[in-house]
């Protein structure tokens, strides 16, 4: 159970065209996912906090103009990167929260998309 | 662009023996972290967590330390497999945060050695 999926895997387009990566839980209802950037041989840098049915929450340095979120159901959450630049050339990797009894923090993650831009 | 010159720390362990990877963390405030292992290309998948009021929890082949004192947290892998080759990363969730985000440490690449 708890599975998380991403679509597409890996995408490559041009310079200034948008781009839009979806996060599915699969098995369960995700009242909140998160989205992450992750450049090669570095960590999981935080991007935004996604609640269904609310505007996006973007951490510090976060251009919400250019990385657009939309979570309109409880089982799907949208990254759209606007006019991407070979600079949002990265692994973008978006996580679902599920209740557990005994953890409640638990976040399952997905197997990322890379994006490469040209 | 993507960043350049970064090399993760990397731990070389001959097949077999136990593994201990380290993890500073930084917020005094956090009450639950979390291992997860990365292999290339993928995404990150759950190892074992610990709560703030526990210093122990074993899992299979795995056992989570913590020692909130020095804020410090280790994972440490018995009879080290081929297939626990990857990266590892620690993570918190400070208490002040609302919203369960999670904050990652740097990671630590783990090379297992025929």
């Known amino acids: 159970g708890a599975v998380v999926s991403q679509h597409p895997s890996w995408v490559i387009c041009k310079s200034g065209t948008s781009v839009k990566i979806e996060c599915r839980s699969l098995?369960?209802?995700?009242?909140?996912m998160f989205w992450y950037r992750q450049f090669p041989k570095q960590s999981l840098m935080l991007m935004a906090t996604?609640?269904?049915?609310?505007?996006?929450?973007?951490e510090q340095g976060v251009e919400k103009d250019k990385f657009l979120i939309n979570h309109a159901s409880l089982t799907l959450s949208t990254l759209t990167v606007t006019s991407a630049h070979p600079e949002d050339s990265s692994f973008y990797i978006c996580s679902a929260r599920s209740w557990t009894p005994e953890f409640n923090y638990e976040q399952y993650f997905g197997p990322g998309t890379r994006l490469t831009v040209t | 662009g993507e960043s350049v010159g970064l090399h993760l720390p990397t731990l070389s362990v001959q097949e077999g023996d136990n593994s201990i990877i380290n993890c500073a963390y930084s917020?005094?405030?956090?009450?639950?972290f979390i291992w997860y292992k990365q292999e290339s290309g993928k995404g990150p998948q759950f190892i074992i967590d610990?709560?703030?009021?526990?210093d122990k929890r074993q899992g299979q082949r795995v056992t989570v330390l913590l020692n909130k004192t020095v804020k410090h947290l280790s994972l440490q892998i018995a009879a080290t497999q081929p297939g626990d080759s990857a990266v590892y990363f620690c993570?918190?969730?400070?208490?002040?945060?609302?919203?369960?985000?999670?904050?990652f440490g740097t990671g630590t690449r783990l090379k297992v050695l025929a």
């Open positions: 098995d369960f209802q995700a009242t909140t």
């Open positions: 610990i709560r703030s009021n526990m």
């Open positions: 917020n005094s405030a956090s009450d639950y």
């Open positions: 996604s609640n269904e049915g609310s505007k996006a929450t973007y």
């Open positions: 993570a918190e969730k400070p208490s002040t945060s609302g919203t369960y985000k999670y904050i």
